[in-house]
């Protein structure tokens, strides 16, 4: 419905005067506000009702002049509210609005523009949009130094979007300078159950199980293609959470997704990623090389006191393939190899408390008791196959004992089934006498005494350095830190010789 206005309303009344200033540097003269219009309906299927204030009719016949424009409309849960000039309206030559963007998720705006954008929290964004809609190459959109929050993260940038052929495309760059880590959890669906109620999902997180099971819609992947980097200068959280910043290249191209690099700043250290999706299979195959260098373990574990004055650091790789279209369906299936070594720790049940481990701090307090207690190194060999990982090497080299890890963890059916053998070093006295078991679901294992002996003395050692292989690879992670020798070095130089390391007596 439109009705003309009780008087004209000046463009400058409503688009604030410094906007109005804009226009007029360009030489052209906006039109007074002259009609009210309202409208409700549906659009793309979804409910939609608005209203707003246009030019008077004279104005839309000179191409020339711009014509003003405000309208304040929801489109189902999508909010948008634009305000500035429209050149040659019956044509739709070009705009040039301040558009004010809000919505539960970013993904909801697909079925209304056709734009690819990701699972978010809910979002609200202040920018220009700026287009020339008959551009020879494709209708051409920006959306220029816009602000706004996702989640409790705050955003800005500009993006571009080009309507040309075979597929559209997004490209920009994007920084948040207070980013909350939680706020990425909806990517790949691992927000709670009522968090993907709020942002428009179905997908349900069944109970007990970790790992998440939200579906990526790569249906809509070769919609179009996208390069857009994302940088979060800081990462905002727990204090005892050692991620400081993020930084990302996302390419999308006809179907197929990849972050070169997903890189972290991570406790002094960096991790870094190379994922790449392909959505044009079903299901979707992806792979991801994992690699992480000089983490600090007295920021690692900020809060837990006998590791502040240790120089040890951690580093692993990994590089793992998988299919299906969830994070639980990619690991269920997956193939690879996992590698970390952990060098000058110290380890307690209070270290497991800590953590949130219950039945870690069990298994520390069977090993050790209440003590705090120095790990020389930590090493791990991890092969997986189809979507079961088996250790060919899993040992802690403590001051008191050294122990041993065995069995497996199975991420189809998310289930641990591991055997802990310590045997003491020397003529040092350790208490326990069984192997110690870890079973049951990822969400809440359980941990006992297994009825059986402990290995034979020595029989553990003779096995450890019978470990060639795992032990030459994992060599490849050692790196001094803090002008300290790795205690891990000298271990697996032993066990790649083929002999058994030397025991503290």
């Not at 997908?203 to 979060?232: C, H, I, N, Y």
């Not at 905002?236 to 959470?241: A, E």
């Not at 690692?300 to 951690?314: A, Q, R, V, W, Y």
């Not at 990982?389 to 591991?418: H, M, S, W, Y």
Request: proline residues 7%; neutral net charge.
């Amino acid at each position: 419905m439109i009705d003309p206005l009780g008087k004209p309303i000046p463009f400058s009344d409503i688009v604030g005067s410094s906007e109005a200033k804009k226009v007029q540097d360009k030489g052209a003269t906006p039109q007074d506000y002259a009609f009210g219009v309202t409208f409700k309906g549906q659009y793309k299927g979804q409910k939609l009702n608005g209203s707003g204030k246009l030019g008077g009719l004279l104005a839309l016949k000179d191409a020339n002049q711009p014509f003003p424009v405000q309208v304040d409309a929801h489109v189902g849960d999508t909010h948008a509210a634009v305000a500035g000039t429209v050149t040659d309206p019956q044509n739709l030559g070009a705009l040039d609005l301040r558009l004010k963007l809000s919505g539960s998720s970013l993904g909801n705006l697909y079925p209304l523009t056709g734009v690819t954008l990701p699972d978010s929290p809910a979002y609200s964004t202040d920018g220009r949009l700026i287009a020339k809609i008959h551009d020879p190459a494709g209708a051409n959109f920006r959306y220029e130094g816009f602000n706004g929050k996702i989640g409790n993260s705050d955003i800005h940038g500009d993006l571009g979007f080009v309507a040309s052929q075979p597929r559209p495309k997004l490209t920009g760059a994007l920084v948040s300078n207070q980013l909350l880590f939680t706020d990425l959890a909806p990517l790949i669906g691992a927000d709670s159950n009522a968090e993907q109620k709020k942002r428009g999902g179905d997908s349900k997180q069944p109970a007990g199980k970790v790992l998440p099971v939200d579906q990526f819609q790569t249906d809509r992947w070769r919609a179009m293609d996208a390069d857009v980097e994302f940088t979060g200068k800081r990462i905002v959280q727990s204090p005892d959470l050692p991620f400081t910043d993020l930084y990302t290249h996302v390419v999308l191209d006809d179907g197929q997704l990849s972050l070169q690099p997903l890189r972290f700043g991570v406790a002094g250290g960096k991790l870094d990623a190379d994922i790449r999706l392909d959505g044009r299979i079903t299901p979707l195959q992806g792979r991801a090389k994992v690699s992480a260098r000089n983490l600090k373990l007295k920021q690692l574990f900020p809060t837990f006191e006998p590791m502040k004055t240790s120089f040890g650091e951690l580093a692993g790789d990994a590089d793992i393939s998988g299919k299906g279209n969830s994070v639980a369906a990619l690991l269920g299936t997956a193939n690879g190899d996992l590698k970390m070594l952990v060098n000058d720790g110290a380890i307690s049940r209070s270290l497991m408390e800590i953590a949130g481990l219950n039945v870690g701090n069990y298994v520390v307090g069977r090993l050790f008791g209440d003590k705090d207690v120095k790990i020389n190194c930590a090493a791990s060999d991890l092969g997986i196959k189809d979507g079961l990982a088996t250790p060919r090497l899993f040992v802690f080299d403590t001051e008191n004992a050294i122990i041993f890890i065995d069995g497996t963890a199975n991420f189809k059916t998310e289930q641990l089934d591991l055997a802990i053998k310590p045997e003491s070093k020397g003529f040092r006295v350790f208490s326990l006498r069984s192997p110690l078991y870890v079973r049951g679901p990822f969400a809440k294992p359980s941990a006992g005494v297994q009825t059986g002996p402990l290995l034979l003395r020595g029989a553990g050692m003779v096995l450890l350095g019978a470990t060639v292989g795992p032990a030459a690879g994992l060599l490849a992670l050692v790196a001094p830190s803090g002008g300290e020798p790795n205690q891990c070095a000298p271990l697996l130089e032993q066990m790649r010789a083929g002999k058994a390391p030397k025991t503290v007596q």
